[in-house]
Structure formats: C-alpha cells, structure tokens
C-alpha cells in the first residue's frame, strides 16, 4: 500500500541481518517499495550491494550538495547513471543553509546532473534549501522537456512547489511535516494537489512524530502518511494509493507495482 521514496538504507547503523528486519518490519505495516538514494558516486558500488538482494528496493545514483568533497566528473556520473538498475539521478540540488561557501561547485553539479537526467532520460531527485531561485532558474534554464523529477523532503514555500509542479515534478514530504516548528509547512501541503505528492522517510535522519529521537526506518513511513491524510481530510487508504500510484509514475517501476 506504502512506498518509502526517498531512504538512505546504506547510511542506516546496522549489519545486513538488521537491514533485512528492517525492511521487513516495514513489509509488515504495508510498505511495498523502498527506493535506497545515493548521495555519493563514490559509494554507489557499496550502496548497491547492500541492496541488491532485496527486490523490492530501487536505487538512484548521484552526489548530495552536501558531499561536494567526494564530486565527481560528469563522465563519471553517467556511466553509473546509465546502468540498468539506476532508476533515478541523485540526489542532487542546492544547499546555500549549510553550505554556501560551495555554491559555485553546488552549481556545476547540478548542472551537470540535470544534463545526465536528459540524456538518459531518468528523473532527477532534488535537495534544495535556502535555494529557491537558483534551483528552479537552473531547472527552467537546463531542463529538457522531457525530463521529470522530485523535490524531496520539500521545506520550501507553495510557490517554489507550484514553480516545480509546473515543469512536471513532484513534491515529496518527510516527516518534518509532523514536527512542532512545521505549521508553514503544512499548509503548503494542504495546497499542493494529492496527484502531485509522494511520501518518504529521509531515513536514517528526521523520524516523525512520535519516533523522534530515534534512528528514523522505512516503516514510519506510515506515520508521514496517516499525518498528512489528516491534513488534507483524505483517508489514509486513499493517501497511499494515489502517493504509491505517483511514484510508480514518475519512476517508470509500473512493472514493480504488478509485481509487489
């Protein structure tokens, strides 16, 4: 019924024996699908092994905004981008809060991954913060028409949302939208169309409400989506399936849905 969107399985603290428990509790509350997103090119190889028994994980290839110390050539990137099991290019994106002294290095990345999303024709999962202008300026600029992606564990305003929605992205809410601190951010999501939203976990970081403070796992993902069913005033049945339907969407996995 579930899909974790956007989970970092290869960053959580445990041993293979304790991601399978993992995942499998996870199964057990209704999750079907985990997409495991690489923030480091460097670590696609390991990230990759990690996963590669479980058929119901996807994994995406690219460099966090973050992770500008492990960059990589655009040739690089697309050759890992461009095997088989890739389904997605990043993360990738903008990130002036924590880090604005490599905004010039950010920028050359982002760049150079949207161009590798064109061309493989694979959508982009993108991290912004602090970075509204650049980051949809460089979309409009760059973008081919094709190309579609996600704005993941979105912070942003309805604005930025709409400007994405806009050029065929996707917005995808975490379980910030359950923190004390988040009421902007919920009412950008009462706003942003049902058909335009996918559910994640960010994990192993930013567990909902009432997990917080814990190491953060695909199956809270249910918690992120019974909050936001609330908000929108929609059951948590209906929620599911259109976010699932969403991701299976803009992901091309519609054979992994007949299967799950």
């Given at each position: 019924?579930?899909?974790?969107?956007?989970?970092?399985?290869?960053?959580?603290?445990?041993?293979?024996?304790?991601?399978?428990?993992?995942?499998?509790?996870?199964?057990?509350?209704?999750?079907?699908?985990?997409?495991?997103?690489?923030?480091?090119?460097?670590?696609?190889?390991?990230?990759?092994?990690?996963?590669?028994?479980?058929?119901?994980?996807?994994?995406?290839?690219?460099?966090?905004?973050?992770?500008?110390?492990?960059?990589?050539?655009?040739?690089?990137?697309?050759?890992?981008?461009?095997?088989?099991?890739?389904?997605?290019?990043?993360?990738?994106?903008?990130?002036?809060?924590?880090?604005?002294?490599?905004?010039?290095?950010?920028?050359?990345?982002?760049?150079?991954?949207?161009?590798?999303?064109?061309?493989?024709?694979?959508?982009?999962?993108?991290?912004t913060r602090d970075a509204r202008e650049?980051?949809?300026?460089?979309?409009?600029?760059?973008?081919?028409?094709?190309?579609?992606?996600?704005?993941?564990?979105?912070?942003?305003?309805?604005?930025?949302?709409?400007?994405?929605?806009?050029?065929?992205?996707?917005?995808?809410?975490?379980?910030?939208?359950?923190?004390?601190?988040?009421?902007?951010?919920?009412?950008?999501?009462?706003?942003?169309?049902?058909?335009?939203?996918?559910?994640?976990?960010?994990?192993?970081?930013?567990?909902?409400?009432?997990?917080?403070?814990?190491?953060?796992?695909?199956?809270?993902?249910?918690?992120?989506?019974?909050?936001?069913?609330?908000?929108?005033?929609?059951?948590?049945?209906?929620?599911?399936?259109?976010?699932?339907?969403?991701?299976?969407?803009?992901?091309?996995?519609?054979?992994?849905?007949k299967a799950a």
């Open positions: 019924m579930f899909v974790d969107s956007h989970c970092h399985l290869d960053r959580l603290k445990q041993g293979p024996e304790e991601l399978a428990e993992t995942l499998n509790f996870a199964r057990t509350r209704g999750v079907e699908h985990f997409l495991c997103v690489c923030v480091s090119v460097g670590d696609y190889d390991s990230m990759l092994a990690a996963v590669s028994q479980f058929d119901d994980v996807s994994v995406s290839c690219g460099v966090h905004p973050l992770h500008q110390d492990e960059a990589c050539s655009y040739e690089e990137l697309l050759e890992k981008a461009q095997r088989e099991e890739v389904v997605a290019i990043g993360e990738t994106g903008l990130d002036y809060f924590y880090s604005p002294e490599s905004k010039e290095v950010q920028l050359t990345s982002f760049v150079d991954h949207i161009k590798v999303a064109n061309e493989t024709k694979k959508p982009l999962i993108i991290h650049d980051t949809i300026n460089l979309l409009r600029e760059h973008k081919a028409a094709h190309t579609k992606g996600v704005l993941h564990c979105f912070t942003e305003s309805l604005e930025m949302a709409q400007a994405a929605i806009e050029m065929d992205f996707y917005i995808s809410i975490s379980g910030i939208v359950t923190f004390n601190s988040a009421d902007e951010l919920r009412e950008v999501v009462k706003a942003i169309p049902l058909e335009r939203l996918l559910i994640e976990t960010d994990s192993p970081w930013l567990a909902p409400v009432p997990h917080r403070g814990k190491q953060n796992q695909p199956g809270y993902v249910v918690e992120v989506a019974e909050f936001i069913a609330e908000l929108k005033n929609v059951s948590v049945k209906e929620l599911a399936e259109i976010t699932t339907q969403n991701f299976y969407t803009l992901f091309s996995l519609a054979d992994k849905k």
